[in-house]
């Protein structure tokens, strides 16, 4: 049996020492100590990945808390079950005592407990999204109650620029002519003359 460490901070100007300590502080050699400085929204991590492919049955993977391992927790889930079923390694997490997946004197009960703490943190992650998602809404309604105005402001144009464009699209002008007129670039015009048309239509 082989014990293994996987360290991850999201960002290249963030270290990973603490991490990289509390693993040697239980043992682990540093050529066994895998790291990445990238997001945890997904597992495509170049020195996760060579980690998974080093595991055997048997194995442990210790890392210093489960959000080192990722952020979203279906994936986690997903991840840890291939760890622990398909490739028949186990996972200790070091700030988390209760999630260690390792038979102590022949009994399956810490494998049972960390499944449960790990479906638990899961919903409670799940469960806070939702709550963020319906705070987010009520907050717009209550702006939008207010008054505030959401999204891009209403295009409004001048006599001016209206008789330019319906001047150009009765190609009376050239597209050269007209952006000259207008001080614009050719796919602000087009852009324009989508808009003005539509307004012209509203009004009919």
């Known amino acids: 049996m082989k014990t293994y460490a996987y360290a991850r901070v999201s960002a290249n100007d963030q ?99 960390s499944d449960l703490v790990l479906q638990i943190l899961s919903f409670v992650a799940e469960n806070e999204r939702v709550n963020i998602r319906s705070r987010q809404q009520e907050g717009i309604i209550a702006a939008k109650s207010r008054g505030v105005v959401f999204g891009r402001p209403q295009l409004t144009f001048t006599e001016h620029c209206v008789s330019t464009i319906k001047r150009f699209k009765a190609e009376k002008i050239t597209t050269k002519e007209a952006c000259k007129i207008l001080s614009v670039k050719r796919s602000t015009l087009y852009y324009y003359t989508k808009k003005i048309t539509e307004q012209i239509e509203c009004e009919e």
Not at 19 to 39: H, L, M, P, V, W
Request: aromatic share 8%; hydrophobic share 35%.
């Open 15 to 113: 270290n990973l020492h603490r991490q990289i300590d509390s693993f040697r502080s239980f043992g682990i050699e540093a050529n066994k100590i895998y790291c990445d400085k990238k997001s945890g929204k997904n597992f495509d991590r170049q020195n996760y990945q060579r980690l998974i492919r080093k595991l055997k049955r048997g194995d442990l993977v210790v890392i210093k808390s489960i959000d080192r391992l990722g952020r979203n927790y279906t994936n986690i889930i997903e991840e840890w079950q291939r760890i622990t079923d398909k490739i028949g390694a186990n996972i200790l997490v070091l700030d988390m005592p209760l999630l260690d997946t390792r038979e102590k004197n022949g009994s399956l009960t810490s494998r049972l407990i």
